[in-house]
């Protein structure tokens, strides 16, 4: 250990889900006493997974996490901590009456147009009917346009991105439609990382490992004031940067979704995730959660129908909006938490971005990393070790 660490060197780390554990994790096997603090009654954030006694199954408590990367370091580190099985994620699309292969592929593209292309002729066919004046596609809905047309992008991609996001996708980001591959082979794997899986006991058994080190004092329940952080040496946030700040300057957006849980003792869907594309039904999306445990042999089956909704204060936020407003909005933050000593803002809500568990992981990483870096040279680590803004 090169840090000469002394018990008064107290963290707290705010938020037990991927950032807060793992940087919790990181600090307490390098000495640090760490406090986890959690406004919830659970540790794991949105990706709190439960065995629900009705069911019998393991479910995603805030709906579908599918672990999927590229980074070696972090599939290396989940894996080390407990025992992921191979798992791949098919999702499919109910859209006018048909239910299609998802993100869109030779199956999809073939079934939709009723041909039967090969590979070299759906790329032509599907580049043929893209509106190649869009050069520079800044926009959701310019990207969609440019890459697979008006009738794809109207059948896949409108209504379920209206509904999800509650605005046009002439508001959005062509950055949310580029998560999405477009294939021209029958190829549906909805992820393109070479490391895919599913924790064989759920997601919870993972921030039990990485909280479970003696160094770490889990208190749940507990809400953390700005005030609060006087009495430890170093905070590192993970909740809403606009709460952190009492709201002053507004709210950030935030997408919240709720879920309605229904048990079957049939299979419901015969598939994990169904998406409905047409803008006519109120829900995006249905959630079979028996489906994310397919090694185990199940009694019931679990529904969850996911709608969105714009989230106010108090609700759960999932999706950061991220619309011109709300980035004039996040400047005016992030240039005041830039000058907050003894903080660091991490993770999807600390940082108000978009981000995968993968990425999440891989920052928190080099968030406690560096920070052990920086007191090392007899510095405080910074407000944040990514730019919010970029
Ligand atoms: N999307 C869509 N139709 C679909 C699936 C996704 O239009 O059937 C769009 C939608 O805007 C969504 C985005 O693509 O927010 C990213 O989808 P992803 O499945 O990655 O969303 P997540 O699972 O993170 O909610």
Not at 222 to 239: I, L, P, Q
Request: charged letters at 25%; glycine letters at 8%; aromatic letters at 14%.
């Amino acid at each position: 250990m090169g840090l000469n660490v002394k018990n008064k060197d107290k963290i707290a780390v705010v938020g037990a889900g991927f950032s807060g554990a793992v940087i919790a994790n990181l600090l307490a096997k390098e000495g640090f006493y760490v406090d986890v603090l959690d406004s919830r009654d659970h540790i794991g954030g949105n990706c709190f997974t439960k065995r629900y006694e009705d069911s019998g199954v393991v479910e995603h408590v805030y709906g579908p996490h599918i672990f999927h990367t590229d980074n070696e370091d972090v599939w290396r580190f989940v894996t080390s901590l407990v025992k992921f099985r191979s798992y791949t994620n098919r999702v499919k699309s109910t859209v006018n009456g048909s239910v299609y292969s998802l993100p869109i592929n030779l199956h999809t593209i073939n079934q939709f147009f009723n041909k039967v292309l090969s590979p070299g002729e759906a790329r032509e066919f599907v580049s043929n009917m893209g509106d190649q004046s869009i050069a520079d596609p800044v926009t959701f809905e310019d990207q969609a346009l440019k890459f697979v047309g008006k009738e794809l992008y109207e059948a896949f991609f409108k209504g379920y991105t209206e509904k999800q996001w509650g605005v046009s996708p002439r508001e959005l980001p062509a950055s949310i439609l580029k998560r999405l591959p477009v294939r021209f082979n029958y190829d549906d794997n909805y992820f393109s990382h070479r490391f895919q899986g599913m924790p064989e006991d759920g997601y919870t058994s993972i921030f039990e490992k990485l909280l479970g080190h003696e160094n770490i004092n889990v208190v749940l329940g507990r809400d953390f004031s700005r005030e609060d952080r006087k009495k430890y040496k170093h905070v590192f946030y993970s909740g809403a940067i606009d709460a952190w700040f009492g709201f002053e300057y507004g709210d950030l957006g935030y997408r919240t979704l709720e879920f309605k849980r229904e048990v079957y003792d049939f299979d419901f869907q015969g598939c994990a995730v169904m998406n409905y594309g047409d803008a006519s039904v109120p829900f995006t999306r249905r959630a079979q959660h028996d489906y994310f445990s397919p090694w185990e042999e199940a009694k019931k089956h679990v529904v969850y129908t996911e709608y969105s909704r714009a989230s106010a204060r108090g609700d759960t936020p999932y999706y950061p909006i991220r619309l011109v407003e709300e980035k004039e909005l996040l400047k005016k933050y992030v240039e005041r938490a830039s000058k907050e000593v003894g903080v660091t803002f991490v993770g999807r809500l600390g940082t108000y971005r978009y981000l995968d568990m993968d990425v999440t992981i891989s920052e928190a990483m080099n968030v406690a990393n560096q920070s052990i870096a920086c007191w090392l040279e007899g510095r405080r680590p910074p407000s944040f070790f990514v730019d919010p803004l970029a």
